[in-house]
């Protein structure tokens, strides 16, 4: 083990050195020579502007506004990759244009709730949604806050973000009213987090008129300008939006162009002798946010006829924009010639059949039938299902997800996951039920069936106990694993709000791996086991809003605690007694800008030793279709043995992930415009034989993949150094 540990340790100061070597090479970034010919913004002028922007990222405590929207869809090139692309619009051959318009309604609250509603809809598209050109987060574009596009990306206008961006001075124009200074903003390196463009800012009240920027973040680029309202009440808010998105993925380049024009309803303004911080301070005492997601609650799709846009839209469409419409209900014309085809040969048959079982195992499926409900799952053959951890191997997983929501807000979901691990080579599969059958209580009926890790028997305890802490090793001692297959059936209520109780029961059934008659002389073949379970949840200040009949939690500033109590009982076959507590509280905060820091402690034991038993925790196991925080990495351990995770009858633990956007690679610009985040992962483990296991790792996340590197150390030593991948491609 150690001269594997000292050559992982070898390979990780090589690697460091070549990241290290990569930051002193240039790289393409902000020339510092064009930049010293052109003027900078005075430090008078910038303070000003900050200054504002702190004021008026809250000026606009509510409005509603009616939104029209008119997309144009270019497909400039395409292949059949693009058929499989998740949550991709589905195109008719030979079509390169598509239109799309819709009226919607528009919600806004302080400090950044946005609701919007579709009101009515036409469209020249064959059928379903694309998530990659949904524009919802360009409407969150309150440029005064410090982060924007539902915190994706820095505003340049807020001084905290200001250290990552070049302010230029490109002219002034003087008017009655004041001068109007335009800005080049550019970031000091590349990078998905930061926008590069222009603005135009009056120096009457330092309030932006018109910009124009450009981004990246996944597999989008995108350029918006904005025309900001011209009278007193709308000089906040954006009154036209101009939006050109291109997504490139493997030689597939579509690009599409949205238009949208702003009408206010009504505007609401935060009172002038108010503080801000203390205004949002009032703002968040109040928990039901219902107010501000009424639109939600109305999720009717009224469907129009291009007539009754005719009447509605602001600009009438152009003679090109027309024909598109004109050309879609020619194609919706089917003639009695077109029925008569000839008769396919079974070699074409044949061909046909092969690509229709090709396409079935590497498309992605989303169905939403209103009788029946919603069902999607990702493509069966697909290498993004794919991740390599150094203590586990190659893992697979699949995930298949079925809603129903019916009317009354009752929601039937199933979740049938499957994995298999081919460095072990063992097959997992685990089936999730809910049946939420009071939604405004969180009232449900929980159903969970799979089966487990394999585990050995509390009989190794013993030999645990008897080692001393020097010469502890797993290998000298007779582990006679068992394979599990488990039952939860659970009542979920929630007594007030923020306070869940659970009741259920939890049985397992359990056989050895090998039943020889060597091992049968030490413990049984056969184990049941038969435990009514008490789980209580708290969440103190939940904020949340009615959907209708449906309570759904937003999210708290506090953590949430966790008791978990389990009593093994006998009854018929089931015979295992034992006792099982765990405690826990966990958080994910949002610390400034786009910075995100999680962190879970808690501890557990079991009681009522005299019986054999497993030991078999819930907040602390290895799992095999895991889930983290913001990735599958954070949140557990990646460098400890999986035997140490039933090697104790109690446990202290306690992990924490850090993640940024800006960390480490700053000198390296090249790496900021594929690198998404940084991530710091942190863990430390009290149980018997391990006082303490820490564990440090360093991660980066992606839109192609997340990657972690991670250093083990039990008892003072480093023991082990290894690496977790996972593919994060259409998985977001």
């Known amino acids: 083990m150690a001269k594997t540990g000292h050559a992982y340790i070898r390979t990780f100061g090589i690697g460091l050195i070549i990241l290290l070597l990569s930051a002193v090479f240039p790289c393409r970034g902000v020339s510092q020579t064009s930049l010293s010919r052109k003027s900078y913004v005075p430090d008078s002028i910038l303070t000003h502007i900050f200054h504002a922007s702190t004021l008026y990222a809250t000026e606009v405590k509510e409005y509603k506004a009616d939104l029209y929207l008119k997309g144009l869809l270019q497909i400039h090139k395409q292949n059949r990759i693009i058929k499989y692309i998740p949550s991709m619009f589905r195109f008719e051959k030979g079509v390169n244009q598509y239109i799309h318009e819709s009226i919607n309604e528009l919600h806004y609250t302080a400090p950044s709730i946005y609701d919007r509603k579709v009101r009515s809809m036409a469209t020249t598209f064959p059928g379903g949604e694309s998530r990659f050109f949904d524009i919802l987060d360009f409407l969150k574009f309150n440029l005064y806050a410090p982060s924007i596009m539902e915190n994706k990306v820095l505003s340049p206008f807020n001084e905290q973000s200001s250290i990552h961006y070049y302010y230029l001075l490109d002219s002034i124009d003087y008017q009655k009213d004041g001068a109007i200074y335009k800005l080049n ?31 990246k973040y996944d597999l989008i680029r995108f350029h918006v300008t904005m025309y900001m309202g011209n009278t007193e009440e709308t000089k906040y808010l954006p009154r036209m939006l101009n939006l050109d998105v291109i997504f490139n993925f493997l030689r597939n380049n579509l690009e599409m162009n949205y238009t949208g024009w702003f009408k206010y309803t009504d505007i609401q303004f935060r009172d002038k002798n108010e503080n801000p911080e203390k205004w949002l301070l009032k703002e968040k005492k109040h928990y039901n946010l219902s107010n501000s997601y009424t639109l939600t609650c109305d999720t009717t799709r009224l469907m129009h006829n291009r007539d009754s846009f005719a009447r509605i839209r602001p600009l009438p469409l152009t003679d090109a924009e027309d024909s598109l419409y004109r050309a879609y209900d020619e194609r919706r014309k089917i003639g009695p010639e077109d029925t008569l085809k000839a008769e396919p040969t079974k070699f074409k048959k044949n061909l046909v059949m092969l690509g229709q079982m090709g396409d079935a195992l590497i498309r992605s499926y989303n169905l939403d039938m209103n009788k029946v409900g919603n069902i999607s799952c990702s493509p069966l053959i697909n290498p993004l299902l794919i991740s390599y951890s150094h203590r586990n191997g190659i893992s697979y997983r699949q995930e298949f997800k079925y809603n129903k929501l019916f009317h009354s807000g009752k929601l039937l979901r199933l979740v049938p996951q499957i994995g298999y691990n081919f460095t072990k080579k063992e097959f997992y599969a685990k089936l999730d039920g809910e049946y939420v059958y009071n939604p405004k209580k969180h009232g449900a009926i929980y159903l969970s069936v799979g089966n487990g890790n394999r585990i050995y028997s509390s009989v190794v305890l013993d ?87 449906r309570k759904v939690n937003i999210g708290s500033r506090f953590p949430t605690f966790v008791i978990d109590y389990e009593q093994g009982i006998k009854v018929l076959d089931y015979s295992n007694k034992y006792e099982r507590l765990e405690v826990s509280a966990e958080q994910k905060i949002q610390i400034r800008d786009l910075n995100t820091l999680a962190y879970h402690i808690g501890g557990g034991f079991f009681t009522n030793q005299d019986e054999m038993y497993f030991v078999d925790y819930v907040n602390f196991a290895n799992r095999n279709l895991p889930q983290g925080w913001n990735d599958d990495i954070g949140g557990t351990f990646q460098m400890l043995d999986s035997r140490w995770y039933n090697a104790s009858r109690h446990y202290f633990r306690g992990n924490m992930t850090y993640e940024t956007p800006f960390l480490l690679l700053y000198p390296v610009s090249r790496l900021l415009s594929f690198i998404q985040k940084e991530r710091i992962y942190a863990g430390i483990l009290f149980m018997p034989h391990l006082n303490p296991y820490f564990e440090l790792g360093y991660g980066v996340g992606t839109h192609i993949f997340d990657f972690g590197i991670f250093i083990g150390n039990e008892t003072g030593k480093f023991t082990s150094v290894g690496c977790k991948f996972t593919f994060e491609l259409f998985n977001r």
Not at 192 to 208: F, K, M, P
Not at 482 to 504: A, P
Request: net charge negative; aromatic share 16%.
């Open 185 to 215: 903003i550019i970031p000091r390196y590349q990078s998905t987090q930061l926008l590069e463009g222009s603005c135009w800012i009056s120096s009457n009240d330092w309030t932006i008129r018109y910009m124009e920027f450009s981004g």
């Open 463 to 549: 030999q645990l106990q008897a080692l001393p802490d020097s010469a502890f090793s797993f290998d000298g001692l007779q582990l006679d694993y068992f394979k599990d297959v488990y039952l939860n059936v659970s009542h979920n209520i929630e007594i007030v709000n923020g306070l869940t109780v659970w009741t259920g029961i939890a049985m397992h059934w359990r056989h050895a791996v090998h039943g020889t008659e060597e091992v049968a002389k030490r413990v049984q073949l056969k184990y049941n086991s038969f435990a009514p379970r008490l789980r209580i949840e708290w969440t103190p200040g939940m904020y949340y809003y009615m959907n209708g009949n």
